[in-house]
């Protein structure tokens, strides 16, 4: 049987897009790290804070009042360097010489790849925790973020709607999500938006348009249609809309601002859950491995597995969406 490695220092850092959620995380695992006599590092900008020793000491009010706020306290950013052996050599003599023992990954699936070459290939003890609004990540119901980021999209749509009733618009609204469609279906059903672009299907212009002068001869003065920004862009959309059509059409595209914000209640939840659970696999010996929640159960798995999600919810959400439009 290997043997467990003593455990006496954790480090944590954020990696990747933020999302709303990764300070209360952050939180957990600080404050059951130190509840665990652990001592606990804060690693600022993700892999290149650490590669660049950016790293500070976190005590339990380090972490105080933080559940609440979006973005992270340790900052986040994307490190091509930390994609190199050179940049993860560095890294790793980094967390030698810090006497890190472990580290906790919060982020997507580019995080997930950092930890998991730092587990396989340089035997450093990592964890991942799922952040990133995409919830794009396998073996977790939900990623930290995505709740948040869905209400803030349908927050914007709702006002987007005002408008586009009022003068009778057809509206293309671009929602996140990388190359996953997830955000963009949910969205697209929660806000009763008229049909949805993701990536994961063609778009088929042809009946759209034909879908849309059906409707207006119906009587329908306003349309909602909400694209991913995997699948097609807003702009495209509209005039490719306008050119079929000759009707007027708006493009909005919500980018960032899904990313801010208040995590909510789902999001905190998740994160305190699975912040607290990173450290207690750490302390279990459990390394090389992603978190998550599945049906209200903790749920671990392989970081490589949890790299790569095929939702299932297309079909089901698609055919709602048309069904009530
Ligand atoms: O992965 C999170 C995410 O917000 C994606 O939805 C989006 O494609 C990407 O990050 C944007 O990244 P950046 O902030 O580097 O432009």
New binding site residues.
């Given amino acids: 049987m290997k043997k467990k490695p003593r455990i006496g220092k954790i480090g944590v850092l954020c990696s990747?897009?933020?999302?709303p959620g990764m300070n209360a995380a952050l939180r957990a695992v600080v404050r059951a790290g130190l509840s665990y006599r652990l001592e606990v590092a804060g690693i600022m900008r993700g892999y290149q804070g650490l590669i660049e020793n950016e790293i500070v000491p976190m005590g339990p009010r380090s972490v105080s009042n933080i559940i609440n706020r979006g973005g992270t306290i340790l900052k986040t950013a994307?490190s091509a360097e930390f994609r190199t052996d050179k940049g993860q050599a560095r890294a790793v003599a980094v967390l030698k010489k810090r006497g890190i023992d472990a580290l906790v990954v919060i982020g997507?699936?580019?995080s997930y790849l950092g930890a998991s070459s730092l587990y396989e290939k340089w035997g450093i003890p990592t964890v991942g925790i799922p952040g990133?609004?995409?919830n794009?990540l396998h073996g977790t119901d939900q990623t930290i973020g995505c709740h948040t980021?869905i209400n803030t999209a349908l927050d914007a749509i709702d006002k987007v709607r005002d408008t586009a009733h009022s003068m009778e618009r057809i509206f293309i609204i671009e929602v996140?999500?990388?190359?996953?469609g997830y955000?963009a279906m949910e969205v697209a059903l929660a806000a009763g938006a008229e049909d949805v672009i993701v990536p994961e299907f063609k778009p088929d212009y042809q009946a759209l348009c034909t879908n849309i002068q059906a409707g207006n001869k119906k009587g329908k003065v306003s349309w909602m249609i909400v694209t991913a920004?995997?699948g097609a862009k807003a702009e495209v959309v509209a005039q490719t809309i306008t050119n079929m059509t000759g009707l007027e059409t708006r493009a909005v595209v919500l980018?960032?601002v899904?990313?801010g914000g208040t995590p909510c209640g789902a999001d905190r939840l998740l994160s305190t859950r699975l912040g607290v659970a990173a450290v207690e696999a750490i302390r279990e010996g459990n390394f090389g491995v992603a978190l998550g929640v599945i049906r209200d159960k903790l749920n671990i798995i392989p970081l490589a597995d949890a790299r790569k999600r095929d939702n299932d919810i297309y079909q089901e959400r698609l055919r709602l969406i048309r069904m009530l439009r």
């Fill in positions: 990747g897009g933020d999302g994307r997507g699936d580019g990133t609004i995409d794009d980021a996140m999500g990388n190359r996953s955000l920004e995997g980018g960032h899904m990313r």
